[in-house]
């Protein structure tokens, strides 16, 4: 039992280590979230300005 404090020392180091681990994970998740829904918005309209000019050329198959 003499050796419990370095026993807590290491599960103290082990967990802070995994905590800022998943900190890290999920700010990183959230960055690519953001990236995401940008990415996801610009299709959007790229698509939408894709139909519009596409409605509006002449049809030559008619």
Same mark, same amino acid.
Request: proline residues 2%.
């Given at each position: 039992? !003499?050796? %419990?404090?370095?026993?807590? $020392? $290491? &599960?103290?180091?082990?967990?802070? /280590?995994?905590?800022? &681990?998943? /900190?890290?994970?999920? @700010?990183?998740?959230?960055? %690519?979230? /953001?990236?995401?829904? *940008?990415? !996801?918005?610009?299709? $959007?309209? %790229? *698509?939408?300005?894709?139909? !519009?000019? $596409?409605?509006?050329?002449? @049809?030559?198959?008619?």
């Amino acid at each position: 039992m !003499e050796h %419990l404090g370095y026993l807590f $020392a $290491a &599960y103290s180091i082990i967990f802070a /280590v995994i905590f800022l &681990y998943v /900190v890290f994970i999920w @700010r990183r998740q959230a960055a %690519l979230d /953001v990236e995401l829904r *940008t990415l !996801e918005a610009r299709m $959007a309209a %790229l *698509t939408e300005r894709s139909a !519009e000019s $596409a409605s509006l050329e002449p @049809r030559s198959d008619i």
